[in-house]
Structures are given as C-alpha cells and as structure tokens.
C-alpha cells in the first residue's frame, strides 16, 4: 500500500512507514504544502495513495467519500505532540487486514485494513469503515 501524510503530519510518520516496509512520501517533499485539500486529495486519487493527516475534513463522507480514495487516515492523537503522534503512527501500521467497521484494539494484523477506507485512528483504538 502507498501513503501521502499531509503537511500537518510530522516528517516521522513517513519514516515510520517506509521502514515498515511501505512505500511513503510527504506531501511537502512534491511541493503540495499550503494547496487547497481537494488538491491534495486528487493528486493522492491519481497516485493511488492513502492520505494520512491530521485533518478532520478528511473525515467528512460528504466531501471525501472513503470508495474514491485509497485510504483516508486520520489520526486522533490523545495530545498534539509530535511523540504522541509518532506513537499512532506505530499502531497504524498494526491495523487489522480484515475490513471492520467496529472499534478495534490497535495490537493486529498489518495496515492493509486500511484500503478504500476511511480510517480514524485513536490512542489505544481505531475505528475503519467510518
């Protein structure tokens, strides 16, 4: 699965998933900071890239419908830390493979549960299929 995080998101997250063996880029490494969302979101549509980012417009089914994306990620961190952040990202890639629409310990499977999902990622649970 490929990743975008978004210009809100801390380098490390990319970091993260690469070493966990995904192919991930920021969008500040394509010269996307500061575009307007729905740009962001169809370069991610055209790349076929799940968005990682701290944006809850993201989350908004109306404007980002889930089955027109790779993935919608946002996590919820319990503080906007860049440590807290970084924690989150390590239980992303521990999402479950099997498509859930129920709240889910984070301590499963692999992060390919998050395709053509939305996906909102809290402290100690996640919920896909938002």
């Given at each position: 699965?490929?990743?975008?995080t978004d210009e809100n998101?801390?380098?490390?997250v990319?970091?993260?998933?690469?070493?966990?063996g995904?192919?991930?880029?920021?969008?500040?490494?394509?010269?996307?900071a500061?575009?307007?969302?729905?740009?962001?979101?169809?370069?991610?549509?055209?790349?076929q890239?799940?968005?990682v980012t701290?944006?809850?417009?993201?989350?908004?089914?109306?404007v980002?419908?889930?089955d027109?994306y790779?993935?919608?990620?946002?996590?919820?961190?319990?503080?906007?830390?860049?440590?807290?952040i970084?924690?989150?990202?390590?239980q992303?890639?521990?999402i479950p493979?099997?498509?859930?629409?129920?709240?889910?310990?984070?301590?499963?499977?692999?992060a390919?549960?998050?395709?053509?999902?939305?996906?909102?990622i809290?402290?100690?649970?996640?919920?896909?299929?938002?």
């Open positions: 699965m490929k990743f975008k998101m801390p380098v490390q990319a970091e993260i998933l690469v070493r966990h995904y192919d991930a880029i920021n969008v500040i490494d394509q010269n996307l500061g575009h307007p969302d729905l740009n962001v979101a169809q370069v991610c549509r055209t790349e890239r799940a968005l701290l944006d809850l417009d993201f989350a908004d089914k109306r980002y419908p889930p027109q790779a993935g919608l990620i946002v996590p919820r961190p319990s503080r906007q830390s860049i440590p807290a970084e924690r989150l990202a390590e992303m890639v521990q493979r099997q498509r859930t629409s129920r709240r889910t310990p984070v301590d499963r499977g692999g390919e549960g998050a395709d053509s999902r939305l996906t909102i809290e402290t100690y649970w996640f919920t896909v299929g938002v």
